[in-house]
């Protein structure tokens, strides 16, 4: 397993978790070190829209796909 997978894994479990600030940083580590990864394009956005940041949810959201 990639470090960017278990980053990744760790942010998942947060945002189960519901600790939303937690998460998204970890979602941006991992796109710091693997900027294609579209999974965690599409989770960040996800965070975003449940904080109400619906721009950026958008954004991340279309990067994704």
């Given amino acids: 397993m ?15 978790d519901g600790e939303l600030v937690a998460a998204m940083r970890l979602y941006y580590d991992v796109l710091n070190l693997d900027p294609r990864r579209a ?5 960040v ?5 449940q904080i109400g940041q619906q721009h950026d949810a958008s954004e991340h959201i279309q990067r994704a796909i």
């Avoid at 990639?2 to 189960?16: G, P």
């Fill in 2 to 16: 990639t470090k960017t997978d278990e980053l990744l894994q760790a942010a998942v479990r947060n945002h189960q």
């Fill in 39 to 43: 999974d965690a394009w599409n989770l």
């Fill in 45 to 49: 956005g996800v965070v975003a829209h």
